[in-house]
């Protein structure tokens, strides 16, 4: 008996009786409907936090920051300058690692535009890397660049927000060439940063819809930083608001506020950590009093959150299609046990034990098959009725190879669930099986 | 070499440890082309003996040979191959598949003897013409009366071409007029050289034969030409 006549007389059968068929299904259909909602949200999630660390600089990006100094270094702290431009200078001669530096100074300062508006608001004092490691882009005018650095220009470069604040409704390309005012010093603006945003922010804000958080107070925005961001020329910030002078004799004396690099080739990332660390014990007297922030633990953090929430996921649909698959294996037994006159005169032309066992088989790997393409319609719903109960941060993605992993794990399941009942039907006797009534 | 030869062959059943000896040292050998009646009241062991000789069992004791074939110890996979191969059955209640229509009942033993889809319909349709119903492919037995009920399943031994048509009461569920033309083409069957062997307690039945055996406890009473 070939296949595709154990599968019509399956169907047929199946057919026959829709309603049980149908009975016996919905384990599955909640099993696979399940086990491709799992997947899409987790997908979903690790595609949306993989985003966004892309944009806030990815694995790339190491900070280094400062640390408390160990107990038997403590005598020595005062060896230590702290993170200072000596820093840069080296990393920039001994790291060839290294691709990009960005130093940064702060300035909580009060922002306003000559027409009167103000905000308080961080400025930073950057070098033209800080475009670069922060993945900047613009949507009008020019990056910093290192002969704003050189000249110590009064130029800026300004987020979304801060130009939305200042300028509400003037387009970007004509805030170009604006004065703002930054502790009432004039600076003119000559960048002006797209604002940044979720993907799934910018879908509601393109229909017009409210933002999915408005009003949520409190609610971390991971953009908020750069949309807020003032960036002017370093060598400015420190001339006009720290130092009269820039003491290219005693790069140590200029402490940094923030201080990021990043790595150019990541497949050699361990190796250009090392540089860094070799540089940077050298500018430090030895001293441990910096550390380098790495991406890694958040990506591994994140990663094994995701793995959770799926493998939980995964185990109910497991139970699921467990359950499913009890279901199918229930019903295929009373099919054959309504059957056995068929099966009888089915042996008594001429089928073998093994016909029948792949008939049935075939039977309950049709219905749970059925059950899964059931499923994947379910799943489309159950996700709709998700987002709609409780809304995502990230969309779920729904996956084609989320989609045929599920469905075979189903007709595994009925794979499973039909070798009882096929291995009792091919062990009938034909002529007590001819006899049944 | 004769079509069917058992040699000694007993079929004991065990119920609890009572032993029930339903055929006692059966020597019996049927040749090509003849007409058999196997006759004897209920618990004579006949049936058991059909199921024997229709390949659906194995003896406990004694040897087999069926179409060439010794299966006095054969497995069930090599009984159903034989079954599909020689054998055809006729039997009293049909057991047609309610399912199936006309053309898919008669074909089943094709399907599994592997015969392709195409050739499997062609054979089948023929065979349905053959036994007077080609105006009935696509029925299902439950639009079909009780004789042509009966065809159907006689085109069903057919298809396949077997040396030996069994019949176990085949006009046992008809009235008199349907089952004279069912033995009308068992008739008609022999005459074309099929091995024919009919099960029966009717004696009048058993006379339409060339040669009637007699069972009795288990054994052959006696066998003679009516």
């Known amino acids: 008996m070939n296949f595709l006549m154990a599968l019509e007389i399956g169907l047929r059968e199946i057919a026959a009786h829709k309603f049980r068929s149908g009975l016996s299904m919905l384990g599955i259909v909640l099993g696979v409907g399940s086990l491709i909602a799992t997947l899409a949200l987790t997908d979903g999630i690790e595609k949306g936090t993989r985003a966004f660390m892309e944009q806030i600089g990815g694995l790339e990006s190491v900070r280094v920051l400062n640390k408390d100094i160990s107990n038997q270094n403590f005598e020595f702290w005062n060896l230590s300058p702290g993170r200072t431009l000596l820093d840069v200078e080296a990393l920039r001669a001994q790291a060839p690692l290294i691709s990009h530096i960005s130093p940064e100074l702060y300035l909580p300062a009060v922002v306003g535009s000559e027409e009167g508006k103000s905000e308080r608001r961080q400025v930073r004092g950057v070098f033209p890397d800080s475009f670069v490691v922060n993945k900047h882009t613009l949507t009008a005018g020019r990056f910093l660049t290192d002969l704003d650095i050189e000249r110590a220009t009064r130029t800026a470069v300004v987020g979304f927000t801060i130009a939305d604040e200042l300028w509400p409704d003037v387009k970007p390309s004509e805030i170009l060439g604006k004065v703002v005012l930054i502790n009432d010093s004039p600076f003119e603006i000559v960048g002006v940063l797209p604002r940044y945003e979720r993907d799934i922010d910018a879908r509601a804000r393109a229909d017009k819809r409210p933002p999915r958080y408005a009003g949520r107070q409190g609610r971390w925005d991971p953009f908020r930083e750069k949309n807020e961001s003032v960036n002017i020329p370093f060598s400015t910030m420190f001339f006009e608001f720290r130092s009269g002078a820039f003491p290219m004799n005693s790069l140590e004396t200029v402490r940094l506020d923030n201080f990021t690099i990043r790595i150019g080739d990541l497949t050699r990332f361990r190796e250009a950590m090392e540089q860094a660390r070799a540089a940077l014990d050298v500018t430090h007297k030895g001293v441990d009093d910096y550390d380098l922030e790495t991406r890694e633990e958040w990506f591994d953090r994140m990663e094994s959150s995701v793995r959770a929430t799926r493998l939980s996921g995964g185990i109910i649909a497991a139970i699921s299609l467990f359950v499913g698959s009890i279901g199918i294996m229930n019903i295929m037994l009373a099919s054959i046990t309504e059957r056995v006159r068929e099966i009888g005169i089915r042996m008594a032309v001429g089928a073998r034990g093994r016909d029948i066992f792949v008939q049935i088989l075939i039977e309950s790997m049709s219905i749970s098959f059925l059950g899964g393409l059931i499923g994947i319609a379910a799943s489309f719903g159950l996700l709709e009725v998700l987002s709609a109960v409780a809304p995502m941060d990230n969309p779920p993605v729904t996956t084609l190879g989320a989609i045929i992993f599920s469905v075979f794990f189903a007709v595994l399941a009925g794979f499973f669930s039909g070798i009882y009942p096929a291995l009792r039907a091919s062990r009938l006797n034909p002529i007590s099986a001819l006899r049944y009534e | ?226």
């Open chain 2, 1 to 226: 070499m004769p079509l069917v030869e058992l040699l000694g062959v007993s079929k004991v059943y065990r119920i609890g440890d009572q032993e029930i000896r339903a055929l006692d040292h059966i020597d019996l050998t049927i040749e090509e082309g003849e007409f058999v009646s196997i006759i004897g009241p209920s618990g004579s062991g006949k049936s058991t003996l059909m199921h024997l000789l229709g390949c659906l069992d194995t003896p406990s004791a004694g040897r087999m040979v069926i179409c060439g074939n010794d299966l006095s110890r054969a497995s069930a996979d090599s009984l159903a191959a034989v079954r599909n191969r020689e054998i055809g059955f006729v039997f009293q209640s049909f057991n047609l598949l309610a399912k199936l229509d006309v053309v898919n009942n008669i074909e089943l033993p094709l399907v599994y003897a592997g015969v392709p889809t195409h050739q499997r319909r062609l054979r089948a349709e023929a065979t349905a013409r053959a036994v007077g119903l080609g105006d009935r492919l696509a029925n299902r037995p439950i639009q079909l009366s009780g004789g042509q009920c009966q065809r159907v399943a006689i085109g069903r031994a057919l298809v396949n071409n077997p040396r030996i048509v069994f019949g176990d009461e085949p006009t046992g569920n008809l009235d008199s007029a349907t089952g004279e033309m069912i033995l009308e083409i068992f008739r008609d069957l022999n005459a074309a050289g099929k091995t024919i062997v009919l099960v029966t307690h009717d004696p009048d039945i058993a006379a339409r034969s060339r040669r009637v055996i007699e069972i009795r406890d288990g054994r052959v009473l006696r066998e003679y030409a009516p």
